[in-house]
């Protein structure tokens, strides 16, 4: 039994075998209600509180389609190059889990809304990867459990479980890819690139929040190996809603040496779900895969067919927004950005969220600073991506405009930040709070220099017998006295005022 957990040197598994990939990401649309019901569509809540017979399942109750949500649909479908059904349907997919409450889920089968596209990503040194897409579909989120009383949260073990609705209903866009094949040792890395490429095209799109954090972006991982040499698709596992582009990596390299190891071993793969463990990134067996016959799908007999008319298809199309791998050439143009630079951003995840904090007021070069320095550091501190930190571009550019103006200190500004970070609210409501004006008023200063003066009279005299470097010394008390909200160029020029130099 141990032996399942033996894992190959990553550099033989490559040398012996070829992954294949296949990613199945879930996005939860930012419609203002839900997919079937007029319950409002928002993160959170107190549980229960945001549901209606309809998405309880209550017996009589009717489902009406989301045209919203169909809109969505159709423009992810077409910005990832995908042909749009001119008639398909939804199709109840039948099973019996608690967070389901009509014991089947309202999705789509054979007929999905969006199919046959592509998603060309970009690796960090700059080489172009084409994904395919087999399709994207419409479907419901399902409710949450909470399983209380184990050591792992898993429902083994718990003394009881507790269910929240809220989520019920959520409209759901499920794109799957065709199996990826030919990535060789680059497979974690083109699977992160995929799921990031997908988050900014999402996000341009103005679909859905996308927060792998929060769940409204999720990603299933299947991997494969077949002996090198070979074309026969091995078995494959999936790993389950993998909530960071960082694990999306992991464990697909996980599964690619946890797998090597059982294959050289001369034993099988099961077909199974596993689980990743952030803690240890390892993953670990879930349930042993449903066929599609598990689910007796079949056409929902509630809800019409979709039609989207071609109209409307060409319509939407002129809705596509500047796709992000334009935005940045267009970028790179703006902000005088060499090739490497450009890149450096991209990798570091910085493009969009500079871009953001200009569009909101502030200069490129003010924004671009704070996010490649301060903000990476917390972020690499935190183990997110710079964009799954909680603070906003907005919040960013207010802090700048608070330096710009004045009424902050850079190191006063980092502490705004951390505030903001910390979940203390927006820019000024933290400076109010934790009382971090600058204390710009001369009076107040002209007190504290003229007490450090008298602290340190030797220091006063080399001053004024022209030893102006020595104000260092008496500048430093004042910032030390001020608690560092004193302007410290300000604070000089008091000196020098002072000691008559
Ligand atoms: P399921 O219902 O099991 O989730 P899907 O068709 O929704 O199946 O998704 C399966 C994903 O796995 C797709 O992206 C598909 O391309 C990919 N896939 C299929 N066979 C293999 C394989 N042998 N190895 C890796 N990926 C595979
Ligand atoms: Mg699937
Ligand atoms: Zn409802």
């Known amino acids: 039994m141990t032996r399942t957990a033996d894992l190959m040197d990553y550099a033989e598994v490559v040398e012996r075998y070829d992954p294949v990939l296949g990613l199945e990401v879930h996005v939860e649309l930012s419609t203002n209600t839900k997919m079937f019901c007029g319950c409002e569509n928002r993160f959170g809540g ?17 489902p009406v389609v989301n045209g919203k949500a169909v809109e969505s649909a159709i423009r992810i ?34 007929e999905p809304i969006a199919f046959n596209g592509f998603l060309d990503l970009t690796l960090d040194d700059g080489e172009v990867v084409r994904v395919e897409i087999e399709r994207a579909h419409m479907e419901e989120d399902t409710g949450k459990s909470l399983h209380v009383g184990g050591a792992t949260g898993r429902i083994h073990g718990a003394e009881h479980s507790l269910l929240d609705y809220n989520r019920a209903g959520v409209p759901l866009i499920e794109i799957v890819t065709k199996p990826i094949t030919g990535t060789g040792a680059r ?23 996308v927060r792998m954090d929060q769940g409204s972006l999720r990603c299933d991982a299947n991997v494969s190996l077949m002996p090198k040499g070979t074309t026969e698709f091995g078995t494959r596992t999936e790993t389950k809603n993998v909530n960071s582009l960082r694990s999306v990596e992991r464990a697909v390299r996980y599964e690619m040496t946890r797998q090597a190891a059982l294959l050289a071993d001369g034993r099988s793969i099961t077909q199974e ?4 463990q952030e803690a240890d990134g390892t993953t670990s067996p879930g ?28 319509e939407l199309r002129g809705t596509m927004p500047e796709m992000p ?26 493009v969009e969220v500079i871009a953001a904090t200009v569009d909101a007021g502030a200069p490129s070069a003010e924004a671009r600073g704070w996010w490649v320095s301060y903000l990476t550091q917390q972020a690499n501190k935190q183990g997110v991506e710079l964009a799954e930190l909680p603070i906003t571009p907005a919040q960013v550019a207010r802090v700048i405009a608070l330096v710009a103006e004045g009424s902050l200190t850079n190191k006063l500004a980092r502490e705004v930040v951390d505030g903001v970070l ?5 820019p000024d409501e933290v400076v109010e709070k934790r009382g971090l004006k600058v204390v710009s008023d001369d009076s107040a200063l002209y007190a504290a220099v003229d ?18 470097q020595a104000a260092g010394a008496i500048v430093g008390a004042v910032m030390k006295a001020t608690k560092g909200q004193a302007d410290a160029k300000r604070v000089r020029e008091l000196v020098l005022e002072r000691v008559g130099s």
């Open 287 to 314: 349930r042993t895969k449903e066929t599609a016959e598990d689910y007796r799908y079949f056409p929902e007999p509630d809800l019409v067919p979709i039609a989207p008319s071609r109209e409307w298809v060409d």
């Open 325 to 350: 791998w334009e935005r940045r050439k267009r970028i790179q143009a703006e902000w005088q950005l060499s090739d490497a630079e450009l890149r450096d951003l991209v990798n570091a995840g910085a």
């Open 451 to 468: 007490e450090a003066l008298a602290a340190q009279p030797d220091v006063a005299e080399k001053i004024r017998g022209g030893k102006v």
């Open 422 to 426: 910390a979940g203390e609210g927006e």
């Open 273 to 276: 779900t596993r689980h990743f």
């Open 77 to 110: 479908g077409l910005a990832l190059n995908c042909e749009i059904a001119s008639w398909c349907r939804f199709a109840r997919k039948n099973y019996f889990y608690p967070d389901m409450p009509k014991n089947f889920q309202t999705s789509q089968y054979d």
């Open 187 to 209: 497979a974690p890395e083109v699977a992160r690139a995929y799921v990031t490429a997908l988050r900014d095209l999402l996000r341009a799109l103005d679909v859905s929040d």
């Open 46 to 62: 107190e549980p229960n509180t945001h549901v209606c017979p309809t998405c309880l399942g209550l017996p009589g109750a009717l």
